[in-house]
T-cell receptor, first 115, second 113 residues
């Protein structure tokens, strides 16, 4: 079956702009998590959505937001972009239920560059 | 907040040697501990995982051990090969069983032929 798909793959934005990234999970997966990956900081958790509800949130400012649609596709939005937001943004989908963690499958990421 | 510490940040071994990467976690409610391998320019991929009701799990040359009391878990790779060279990330679930993985900062493993 198709894997996790993220669009776009690459993005260049100017400081102050806003951006929307998209993630299509594996069919049947209802949990979608977003991570920011930067050199030296590893994978930092942004938020997780499950059945259209934000279930967990990491320690990022309110400029970072997300949502999930009824088909489990998810978007994340970053407003008022800063140079420090330049990073690889990864999403991961899983079958996660309320009682059990399962393998998270990652997309290839969106490389965001803020200039 | 909750966090996962991973050591070492870089590890260089000779082909055929063993490699060990260690992680500690802070949330006593963590019950799921996956390890991911990320090759250069590629997405992270799961290589092995362990749940809190198990102390050790092995899959061919890879093994993971978990010490819940000490909140430690480790990845062991035996008979390393050049294709094992990559960045390895440990992770721990936070908030019990919900889908929130906190990752360590990664270990760059280099296996020299």
């Amino acid at each position: 079956k198709a894997g996790v798909t993220q669009t776009p793959r690459y993005l260049i934005k100017t400081r102050g702009q806003q951006v929307t990234l998209s993630c299509s999970p594996i069919s049947g997966h209802r949990s979608v998590s977003w991570y920011q990956q930067t050199p030296g900081q590893g994978l930092q958790f942004l938020f997780e959505y499950f059945s259209e509800t934000q279930r967990n949130k990491g320690n990022f400012p309110g400029r970072f937001s997300g949502r999930q649609f009824s088909n489990s596709r998810s978007e994340m939005n970053v407003s008022t972009l800063e140079l420090g937001d330049s990073a690889l943004y990864l999403c991961a989908s899983s079958l996660n239920t309320a009682s059990r963690n399962t393998e998270a499958f990652f997309g290839q990421g969106t490389r965001l560059t803020v200039v | 907040g909750e966090n996962v510490e991973q050591h070492p940040s870089t590890l260089s071994v000779q082909e055929g040697d063993s490699a060990v990467i260690k992680c500690t976690y802070s949330d006593s409610a963590s019950n799921y501990f996956p390890w991911y391998k990320q090759e250069l320019g590629k997405r992270p991929q799961l290589i092995i995982d362990i749940r809190s009701n198990v102390g050790e799990k092995k899959d061919q040359r890879i093994a993971v051990t978990l010490n819940k009391t000490a909140k430690h878990f480790s990845l062991h790779i035996t008979e390393t090969q050049p294709e094992d060279s990559a960045v390895y990330f440990c992770a721990a679930s936070m908030g019990g069983s919900q889908g929130n993985l906190i990752f360590g900062k990664g270990t760059k493993l280099s296996v020299k032929p």
